[in-house]
């Protein structure tokens, strides 16, 4: 393409650089000219304007209120917020928390958890708060728009005259029809004859709206512009007509007029009767519809102008037009809203929704379902003694599954125990297995909620869960038999791979007599494993199978040699080296489905799903060990308290004290006592077969081992309230192998001999002990054991205990405790310790406190996530009752400190969770503590001086929503509560919190205007916090007070400030102007003086005068502060239109607003749009309707070469001043550069190209000099305000770019459509000429910039091609015109004339 002829202006610009002294003055001149302006003119601050005492107006004005029609857009609602109690929601038949647990609890820490654990959900709820987002979370907003109804235009038929036309014309699949057809002489003053009709072709079409036309043709190609239309909307009838010539008929007109057209034939006539007759009853039956629609939704403002038509006598020409009327009416109102037309409108944008945010519940990691099937060895035999029955195992096998992962080297499930022997095989155990407990528990009548214990005697099936899973996962089987011998001995008979009967009737017969002797003393005998994972997905490997059974090696029994075999597990050669069991272990994995049926969990409550038939399997969950790690950890929702228990090894090659201390078994029981004759609690979870608690527990038995290892979980149901007492007994017996004594009347005392004792007390320091634990056994147990204490110099206080091998610490036993009423971290317990105490009558210190408050720093995260509600409520109950500023300050450092850590992890949604459902303010009693609002506020307030630790007030800015939205929600409850909602507004919080409010404002702003470059996140986390808390304030607080913080606010920003601030600027009012009651808050009412008057009289404001702005306050700042922007950056300009735009389709879209008359009223507010966007007329002016960026090196058009350079600053004239000063300014602003946001030296093409003669600084040729036009201004709308909207700033003459352009303009075109017809004329009759002529320009740049241009000139443009020159041809009508088509033909002449010509010669 050719380059564009140089401008003017360029020239004169390039005579210049080249007068300069040396090359690169220009650039300083340039830069030290622009800080002279922006400090001169640009920094001058817009003047603050005090807004209205809100509180006292509505009181005031309370009669105008009630009496205005429209009142609900005054008023705020009575019911608009209040509190409510949700039912806390769980997967179990009851609560978790056993049923006297809250007597039982005596421990602060473990009673609040239990509190916790039993709270339902307080909430706040607001009635309007869907109305409270932006526009796309409105609630109606739901519903897409339907299709667009497609038009035809002539520009796009010009490309496609190929294409079959009958099809076009009828897009939407109505009637259509087409033929030759006489017709009359139209014209009524020459009377139809025969001679007078015409041949020619008929087409009826449907239009996109649903009307129709018949267009009539010279020949039959439809393609061309019809000859003419009539409009079947206006058609009354269709009727025969005889008179003047054969087979004619009449289409009478709304307007008396008639059309008489005729056929060739009888049936030609009687199917366009027909046809034509269908169509009208469609068109009635439509028009009746709307109606009946529009009728439910009209006010009363509105109703006298509805139609009175009624379906009944339609062929009544009165009612007919009466429904006409209705329906011309119906079909304006039933418009597609102009803003769904807009882009933005239909973009899918939720960046600004807040996160859903859902109560806390119990989740799991990957959950799998583990169904244990069958486990049969090679060697099978019948074992009943009559030898009829199936054949099985020849003894009992007892399974134990568990996870272990050797990624990270820890076993990572508790075991779930498995008894897969067949009933015949249980039999040999039937004489020692111990009796059922509660076994006549089905006599008395059961609680539902309690499953039978048939159902949980052989469980088959276990639900395991996986919080993070990878391949490295094994599912690992540990199989055990009845004691019998060395584990060599009893394994050598199943690794034959020759069946034997001889050899199974032998193993049998010798099984038989340990079951009968031994059995309940088991032995390790084999092992097996399968991974579970393909990969980190936790996608099952299905596929997989258990590997071998591999025997057990009496030296490899730890968890810790298990994790060393599995390491090896994918190496062949390693594996190969293990001997191998003959048999088959059955167990498949499957994923576990949200509704599974007929489980337990850990403490084998049952789940809402599950049945109370014994008949039906009950599946248990496995408890999961989750990593101690914050981004694993979940909130305990649920009551758990279980300790397992592990005993490692015993070192007994050097004692002395007993003479046979080789195939040792420990028995595990959990005491309370310590006396002679206490008995053990029934607190440790059975095995299958067994009861469901049992009192006693042993390991496993290692065959001649002196220093046996065990590999044993005991798990522990314990008490709520653990004491001093509460200890593990370990007792450990000789278990005689030998069967010679089998007839022997003292054969238990034979069978097992007490080798000694250890205990291990469970509290120390008031925690549950977990380390591992090496403790001395003794060889007797005298009563009060537990207070042996050595005290050093071989004395010792307690009873006399006779200690093993000189009271070294041969027991080696650790613990695992997964509670979520007892926690492990020494500060947290140490803090609700100190609480207790205080609580309980001592006298808190306040530096005793501060110590305590400060140690919770060091508390360890994943125990800070666990306990997060039980903590957060106690800081906040601390904070009430502070008597110490030091103490509330501290208490507010430590709960930042938790909402940091929350955050680093990713774990915010716990925090709002815990805000929304959890948080509950305690009921208030004035004079014992204060209210968490008040406290909390001040505390804000002393953290964010500048004096305080800058790390920690970071802290609370980035993370401020946090402290926000509980301040909000304690306002909520606090007013509900005590009852103050009643009260006037400004009598519902005491002067001090207003006064704390403010303060805290007020120490915000320096942090979010001066630290915005170093600490940005922290800086726009808090202007956005500080904005919704502000919103959220006009529901609880006097909203007249909430103006003037927003007003101190605003304040601190500047005009000339850096993009950022103008962000945060915007953001700030895009949030305080969503608030749901945004329209009751700018009280669209008159506001005049005297009497009160009709509004239709009243005078309105068109101006952004100062009375405005205090009245309608909101509004008033948001156009001003768009205003202000106008003249800054376009990335400033976009986010102040984008602001202003998005809330006009918000009210646009709001359904409590949506009859004319609300809409009417709402425009009211933004009049005074018209005249910024009249100053800014010139900027606006573009008639280039590209809808795509145009390439600078494209040709300019002629009329812009006449122009001279647009100067991108121009300084309305104000009285008294001159045009030379103002042309001297503009010389500097020029120089400068500084409006424009193209290149710093030369003029923008774009900026000029297609600008009318009305584009230059001073036209000569239309008299509209500057100073004439400002005299103009001075006696018409703005006479309240000689300074115009903008005080004292330069006003910018570079174009706008075509985004801002047609934002600005459908925010016009919605004011302009929605005001009503009175306000329209009032403003035309005040307007000056100038201004009117304005106002038009401006109406004819919308013809221009939102013209239709064609398919391909949007394809070509899409492709890069550059545009297509069309002549000035209908581009924007259908095809066919409808009956607006004069008035758009007139529109049309008018744009294609020259500008200059339309407005100068009218």
């Not at 654990?117 to 706040?124: A, T």
């Not at 007994?729 to 080798?755: I, M, Y």
């Not at 946090?962 to 007013?975: D, G, N, R, T, Y």
Request: with cysteine; hydrophobic share 35%; charged share 25%.
């Amino acid at each position: 393409m050719s380059q564009p002829p140089l401008l003017p202006a360029s020239a004169e610009t390039r005579k210049f650089t080249r007068a300069l002294s040396k090359p690169g003055t220009a650039a300083e001149l340039r830069q030290s000219v622009s800080e002279v302006v922006r400090g001169s003119v640009l920094l001058a601050k817009p003047k603050l304007i005090e807004p209205l005492d809100y509180e006292n107006v509505i009181v005031q004005k309370k009669t105008q209120i009630l009496n205005d029609c429209l009142r609900e857009m005054l008023l705020f609602p009575y019911d608009d917020f209040q509190t409510a109690i949700l039912r806390r929601q769980g997967r179990y038949v009851r609560s978790t928390v056993p049923i006297n647990a809250q007597q039982e609890a005596q421990s602060l820490f473990v009673t609040e958890c239990i509190k916790t654990y039993n709270s339902d959900w307080h909430l706040v709820n607001y009635k309007y708060e869907d109305y409270s987002g932006e526009f796309r979370q409105l609630p109606n907003k739901v519903a897409k728009l339907d299709k667009l109804p497609v038009h035809v235009y002539e520009v796009d038929e010009e490309v496609d005259k190929d294409e079959d036309a009958a099809s076009l014309g009828s897009q939407k699949g109505g009637i259509t029809k087409h033929g030759w057809l006489y017709k009359g002489n139209m014209n009524s003053a020459i009377s139809v004859t025969m001679r007078s009709f015409k041949r020619r072709f008929f087409h009826l079409i449907q239009l996109g709206d649903g009307s129709y036309n018949l267009n009539f043709y010279k020949d039959e190609k439809i393609s061309k512009e019809p000859k003419g239309s009539i409009f079947l909307d206006s058609c009354m009838g269709v009727v025969q007509n005889n008179k003047v010539r054969r087979f004619a008929f009449e289409l009478k007109m709304q307007d008396k007029s008639s059309y008489l057209l005729a056929a060739d034939s009888e049936v030609e006539m009687e199917e366009w009767i027909t046809t034509l007759n269908k169509i009208l009853q469609l068109n009635f039956e439509a028009a009746m519809q709307e109606k009946r629609n529009g009728d439910a939704h009209e006010d009363d403002e509105q109703s006298k102008l509805e139609g009175s038509g009624s379906g009944l006598d339609s062929y009544m020409p009165e009612l007919a037009k009466s429904t006409r009327e209705a329906e011309i009416k119906l079909k304006s109102e039933s418009r597609v809203k102009l803003f769904y037309l807009d882009p933005d409108a239909q973009k899918l944008d939720f960046s600004s929704a807040e996160p859903e945010v859902k109560p806390f519940e119990e989740k799991f990691g990957k959950r799998i379902l583990v169904k244990c099937n069958d486990l049969s060895f090679n060697l099978q035999c019948c074992v009943a003694e009559n030898e009829e029955g199936p054949t099985t195992n020849v003894e009992p096998f007892f399974v134990t599954l568990s996870l272990f992962d050797i990624k990270y080297n820890r076993k990572i499930s508790a075991d779930f125990h498995v008894d897969l022997n067949h009933f015949s095989v249980r039999q040999m155990l039937a004489t020692t297995s111990p009796s059922l407990m509660n076994g006549g528990r089905q006599s008395s009548p059961a609680p539902l909620d309690i499953l039978h214990d048939a159902a949980m005697q052989y469980p088959k099936q276990g639900i395991f869960s996986v919080t993070c899973p990878h391949p490295d996962i094994f599912l690992v089987a540990r199989i055990e038999k009845v004691l019998q011998g060395s584990i060599t001995h009893g394994a050598e008979p199943y690794m034959r791979s020759s069946d034997s009967s001889k050899v199974a009737q032998k193993v049998l017969k010798n099984a038989k007599q340990a079951c009968q002797r031994l059995g309940q003393y088991r032995m390790p005998f084999a092992w097996a494993a399968r991974t579970l994972f393909k990969d980190a997905s936790g996608n099952l490997d299905k596929n997989a199978r258990f590997s071998a059974l591999y025997k057990q090696d009496s030296n490899k029994l730890s968890n810790e040699d298990m994790l060393k075999l599995l390491a090896d597990f994918r190496k062949p050669e390693k594996m190969a080296k293990l001997p191998v069991i003959l048999g088959n272990l059955d167990i498949t994995i499957d994923n576990v489905s949200s509704d599974f049926p007929n489980y337990v969990n850990s403490s084998y409550i049952p789940t809402k799903q599950s049945e109370t038939s014994s008949k039906t399997p009950v599946t248990f969950e496995v408890e999961e060990f989750v990593p101690c790690i914050p981004k694993h950890t979940q909130p305990y929702t649920v009551y758990n308290n279980h300790l397992y228990v592990y005993p490692k090894s015993l070192k007994y090659d050097s004692q002395k004290s007993f003479a046979k201390a080789r195939n040792i078994a420990i028995c595990i029981e959990f005491k309370d006592s310590d006396e002679e004759d206490s008995q053990p609690l029934e607190c440790i979870y059975g095995r299958p077969g067994g009861p469901i608690f049992t009192r006693r527990a042993l390991a496993v038995v290692l065959h001649h081992h002196q220093n046996p290892e065990f590999y044993d979980e005991i798990k522990i149901e314990l008490p709520t309230q653990l004491h001093e007492k509460h200890h593990l007994l370990f007792t450990f017996f000789h278990v005689s192998c030998d069967n010679s004594s089998k007839g022997s009347t003292k054969k238990k005392d034979v069978v097992e001999t007490q080798v000694g004792y250890s205990w291990l007390p469970l509290l120390k320091d008031g925690r549950v002990v977990t380390s591992e634990q090496h403790i001395p056994v003794s060889a007797n147990l005298p009563s009060g054991y537990l207070g042996y204490q050595e005290l050093g110099m071989g004395r010792h206080c307690g009873p006399e205990i006779k200690w093993v091998d000189g009271s070294k610490p041969l027991l080696k036993v650790s613990t695992h405790l997964v509670s979520t009423v007892y926690t492990q971290d020494q500060h947290l317990h140490n803090f609700f310790q100190y609480c207790q105490k205080t609580e309980s009558g001592a006298q808190a210190l306040g530096s005793e406190l501060v110590k305590y408050l400060k140690s919770l720093h060091a508390m360890e995260g994943h125990v800070m996530i666990a306990f997060l509600p039980t903590i957060l409520n106690q800081l906040f109950r601390v904070l009430t009752r502070a008597t110490q500023e030091e103490v509330a300050v501290n208490v507010t450092r430590v709960i930042i400190h938790v909402v940091a850590q929350c955050h680093e992890e990713g774990l915010e949604s716990h925090l709002r969770s815990y805000v929304k459902y959890a948080y509950k303010a305690e009921p208030y009693i004035a004079s014992e503590y204060k209210t968490v609002h008040e406290e909390l506020t001040k505390s804000m307030t002393t953290i964010l001086k500048p004096s305080a630790d800058f790390l920690t007030s970071n802290k609370l800015l980035k993370y401020s929503w946090f402290f926000f939205e509980v301040l909000i929600k304690s306002m909520a409850q606090h007013l509900i509560e005590n009852s103050k909602v009643k009260l006037l507004r400004n009598q519902r919080f005491p002067a001090s919190y207003h006064h704390a409010v403010e303060t805290v404002v007020n120490m915000l702003m320096p942090h979010i205007t001066q630290k915005f470059r170093d600490n940005p996140e922290a800086s726009k986390n808090a202007n956005h916090s500080l904005a919704v808390f502000i919103k959220r304030c006009f529901t609880f607080m006097d909203r007249g007070f909430v103006f003037k913080q927003i007003n101190n606010y605003i304040s601190c920003f500047a005009p000339g400030d850096p993009k950022t601030l103008f962000e945060y600027k915007f953001e700030f009012l895009r949030v305080v102007c969503s608030h749901e009651h945004y329209i009751p808050l700018n009280l669209p009412m008159p506001f005049a003086k005297g009497r009160i008057q009709r509004y239709q009289d009243l005078q309105l404001d068109y101006a952004l005068t100062d009375e405005f702005c205090r009245n309608h306050f909101l509004v008033g700042l948001l156009l001003r502060e768009v205003g202000t922007a106008l003249q800054e950056f376009r990335e400033v300009r976009l986010i102040a239109i984008s602001v202003l735009k998005n809330l006009l389709i918000k009210h646009s879209f709001d359904d409590r607003y949506a009859s004319r008359s609300h809409q009417a009223r709402i425009a009211t507010l933004y009049l005074p749009l018209f005249g910024l966007l009249i100053e800014n007329v010139q900027r606006i002016n573009v008639r280039d309707v590209s809808p795509f960026p145009v390439n600078p090196g494209s040709t300019v058009k002629e009329e812009s070469l006449t122009l001279p350079a647009v100067n991108p600053l121009v300084t309305p004239q104000k009285s008294g001043s001159t045009l030379d000063a103002s042309l001297h300014k503009d010389l500097f602003g020029a120089i400068s550069g500084i409006a424009s946001p193209y290149t710093n030296s030369t003029p923008n093409i774009n900026s000029v190209r297609n600008a009318d003669s009305r584009g230059s600084l001073i036209s000569t040729d239309s008299g509209n000099s500057l100073p004439e036009r400002n005299s103009e201004k001075s006696n018409s709308l703005d006479k309240h305000q000689q300074s115009g909207t903008l005080g004292n700033s330069v006003v910018r003459c570079d174009k706008l770019d075509q985004s801002e352009i047609k934002s600005l303009l459908m925010c016009f075109l919605y004011i302009l459509k929605s005001m009503s017809d009175d306000a329209l004329f009032t403003y035309w009759n005040k307007a000056s000429t100038s201004e009117l002529m304005d106002f038009f320009t401006i109406s004819e740049v919308c013809l221009h910039q939102f013209q239709y241009m064609g398919k391909r000139y949007i394809a070509r443009n899409q492709e890069g091609l550059g545009p297509i020159v069309h002549d000035r041809k209908s581009q924007t009508l259908p095809v066919s015109r409808n009956r607006t088509g004069m008035m758009h033909a007139r529109l049309q002449q008018l744009g294609s004339l020259d500008n200059s010509l339309t407005f100068n010669h009218m």
